[in-house]
């Protein structure tokens, strides 16, 4: 069955900088777009990049450009965010999505928290 | 960037009730609307894509309508197990947009 599972969020000082990375497993990670999402707590959803399966397309929201690189490794069935210059604003769970041809996002992984505190 | 407007915000309703919540693109994005269900403290869940696409699993009193603009998402006869928060989001383009959302409660 379809697996995604989020690591490396964490508690970062304002300015600072965090990994992110999602395992996937259970289909055929190099054939699908990828995408990160956040919440802040108590908030809705935000959009903050995908990455097309052959890693050539990336795009990014707007509160996150030029902060933040998403990328892949089919050969490890992984994807990353990295985050740079964070904000108390980038607090959040995040979350990697699949993102089949109709552009749904149709499996999530848990999450994983990421609090921008000093 | 697209803005998506989902109303009502809130809705308070009662189990065997039909619900609409509606999704409105600032501009056209063709047919490229997902519905979402969130509990509280938990995943996303892929409702509805491509505006009327119903998901494996999910259950057929779930159905969307919609294209160019305005969208819908219907739930007949609701169910203990829906009260949740919906969220549309637009996938026509970047960045990809979502609606705040629509907190659905017990009345």
């Known amino acids: 069955q379809v697996q995604l599972v989020e690591s490396g969020g964490g508690l970062v000082k304002p300015g600072g900088s965090l990994r992110l990375s999602c395992a996937a497993s259970?289909?055929?990670?190099?054939?699908?777009?990828m995408d990160w999402i956040r919440q802040a707590p108590g908030k809705g959803l935000e959009w903050v990049s995908y990455?097309?399966?052959?890693?050539?397309?990336?795009y990014y929201g707007d509160s996150v450009k030029g902060r933040f690189t998403i990328s892949r490794d089919n050969a490890k069935n992984s994807l990353y965010l990295q985050m740079n210059s964070l904000t108390a604003e980038d607090t959040a769970v995040y979350f990697c999505?699949?993102?089949?041809?109709?552009?749904?996002?149709?499996?999530w992984g848990q999450g994983t928290l990421v609090t921008v505190s000093s | 960037d697209t803005q998506m407007t989902q109303s009502p915000s809130s809705l308070s309703a009662s189990v065997g009730d039909r619900v609409t919540i509606t999704c409105r693109a600032s501009q056209s994005i063709s047919s490229y609307l997902n519905w979402y269900q969130q509990k509280r403290g938990k995943v996303p869940n892929l409702l509805i894509s491509a505006a009327s696409s119903l998901q494996s699993g999910v259950p057929s009193r779930f159905s969307g309508s919609g294209s160019g603009t305005d969208f819908t998402l219907t739930i007949n006869s609701l169910q203990p197990d829906d009260f949740a928060t919906y969220y549309c989001?637009?996938?026509?383009?970047?960045?990809?947009?979502f609606g705040q959302g629509t907190k659905l409660e017990i009345k």
């Open positions: 990455i097309s399966n052959d890693g050539n397309s990336i």
């Open positions: 999505a699949r993102e089949p041809r109709d552009r749904s996002l149709d499996y």
């Open positions: 989001q637009q996938s026509y383009n970047t960045p990809y947009t």
């Open positions: 259970g289909f055929t990670f190099s054939d699908y777009y």
